[in-house]
Every structure is written in structure tokens, then in C-alpha cells.
């Protein structure tokens, strides 16, 4: 169900940070990745007993080549008649060169479809910003030194979750507190693993959802970088990935990159 946010260190470094929390407790991505963008695929259906075969649609959270970075996660599910809100972060990152052209993709997309609540965090090196969706209804909010969204939308009036996530207003309350204070990748990752309510908090241990994967991108002097973690964030190993997108993309750099990314891959 997921933290997500993003930050400017410095003048010339930006992150982007999502915690993925689901249900089941182990979890591979599927992911995508060419010239143009990466990004680990979200999913069209969500079983927590392993008996519904996974749909995968979309992007969960992913950089593209032009140093754009996109994440979004769950508010509501609504029905049939909505989409996936996944499918608006591969648009923004598939059509978008940065933050507005973003918005604008985005917003186009919906003006044609409906689709499932989300909050979306997009960032490039000039403007960071949240998106909350639902249906054909946008809300945005632009920020200048770090933004954050859990699984409520403030923008909207929530102060906890439709869908009743006993834990979205206190993971929002304990990145509110902490996310001013990160001055680096470490901190961050550290703010990633943190629990400020008991033996659960941002890093989730199944109460009710466990954190299945740890995603920070990293824009730093112009290098995009993807530092993951499969499972707890507090117990978890993280790999450091240069991305290998635009100029720098070839069958054996995507091969590298592939090998070397933590969980495996999805069927």
C-alpha cells in the first residue's frame, strides 16, 4: 500500500523513494526497462492467499532517460469501469520529459478514462510534486524541498484512509517528522526502515501489510542510480544500480542490470 515521496538534497541531487507494501509477504517484480524508461510493472489484481494469478499493467514507480521519476500508490480500488492508476505513471514517463509535461499527460489520460484513487509523486531536477487522482478528478501539489504521500489523499480532506489502513496516518505522521531531517541516501534508507510504532512503522511487518520491496532513484550531477531492496528494508541488503538509459542503454548494459537486480523476476 506504500510510502512514497521525494526530496532535493542539493542543487544538483534529487530522490525519489517508495516503500511497496502488500499483503503477501514475498514478492518479485516484473520489470520493464529499454532505452527510454525503467520501471518495476504494478499489478491489476491483488490476491493475499496466492490463488489469483497476477495481472501486471503499468509502472509502480520508474526513471525515464530524460531524469524524469514517477511513483504512485494505493488509495482506493474502485471497479471495472476505472483503470489501473499504474498505467498514468508509464504515460507521464513514457510522453513526459519532466514534471509539467507530466501533469499534462496525465491529466489528458483522464480527461479520456476513469481511474482507481492514487497519489502519484513526480520529480525532476526543477520542480517536485504530488498528484492525487481518482476517477476523472486531479488535485495537485507542488513543492520545493520534499514532498510525501501515504495512503490518503490530504488534498482531498482525508486525514486517514477510505479503505480504513489502520496504518496510513501514522506512517504519514512519522515521514512528516522525519523526511526534513534526510540529508542523504542513507538517511533516507534509514527513514525507509524506521519503526516509530512499535515493531511496525514505514517499514512495514505485516501490520496489516508487509514492505516487499524498498525502490530510492537517485538524480545526482546528471548519473541516475536505482538503489533497491527485496524485503524488509530493516533487514533487507541494498543494491546500487547505475541505470542504464538514453546513450548509456545496450543489450549488455540491460543484461548487467537485469542480473544484478535483487528478487528475481516475476513469470
Not at 482531498?156 to 522525519?178: H, I, K, M, Y
Request: hydrophobic share 40%.
Amino acid at each position: 500500500m506504500c510510502t512514497i515521496g521525494a526530496l532535493r538534497i542539493k542543487d544538483d541531487e534529487f530522490l525519489l523513494f517508495k516503500n511497496k507494501d502488500f499483503a503477501q509477504p514475498r514478492f518479485s517484480d516484473r520489470v520493464v526497462l529499454d532505452a527510454d524508461l525503467f520501471g518495476p510493472q504494478g499489478l491489476e489484481t491483488f490476491a493475499e492467499d496466492g490463488t489469483v494469478e497476477s495481472v501486471f499493467s503499468g509502472l509502480s514507480v520508474g526513471a525515464n532517460r530524460h531524469g524524469l521519476f514517477a511513483c504512485v500508490n494505493n488509495v482506493k480500488i474502485t471497479d471495472e469501469s476505472h483503470q489501473n492508476y499504474d498505467r498514468l505513471v508509464e504515460t507521464a514517463l513514457r510522453e513526459a520529459k519532466n514534471v509539467e509535461e507530466a501533469l499534462a499527460a496525465i491529466s489528458k489520460e483522464m480527461a479520456a478514462q476513469r481511474y482507481w484513487w492514487g497519489n502519484l509523486i513526480l520529480a525532476d531536477g526543477q520542480h517536485l510534486a504530488a498528484a492525487e487522482v481518482r476517477g476523472q478528478e486531479i488535485r495537485v501539489e507542488h513543492a520545493g524541498s520534499w514532498i510525501f504521500r501515504t495512503n490518503h489523499q490530504p488534498l482531498f480532506g482525508e486525514t486517514g484512509s477510505p479503505d480504513n489502513l489502520p496504518c496510513s496516518a501514522t506512517r504519514f505522521v512519522s515521514a512528516q517528522s522525519r523526511l526534513g531531517k534526510v540529508r542523504s541516501v542513507d538517511d533516507l534508507k534509514a527513514m525507509l526502515a524506521s519503526h516509530d510504532d512499535g515493531d511496525t512503522g514505514i517499514c512495514n511487518h505485516g501490520v496489516p501489510l508487509t514492505t516487499v520491496y524498498s525502490y530510492i532513484l537517485q538524480h545526482k550531477a546528471g548519473v541516475l542510480t536505482l538503489h533497491v531492496a527485496n524485503g524488509l528494508p530493516c533487514a533487507a541488503d541494498w543494491s546500487e544500480l547505475p541505470l542504464p538509459l538514453g546513450s548509456l542503454w545496450t543489450e549488455e548494459s540491460e543484461a548487467s542490470f537485469r542480473s544484478r537486480y535483487p528478487g528475481g523476476f516475476a513469470a
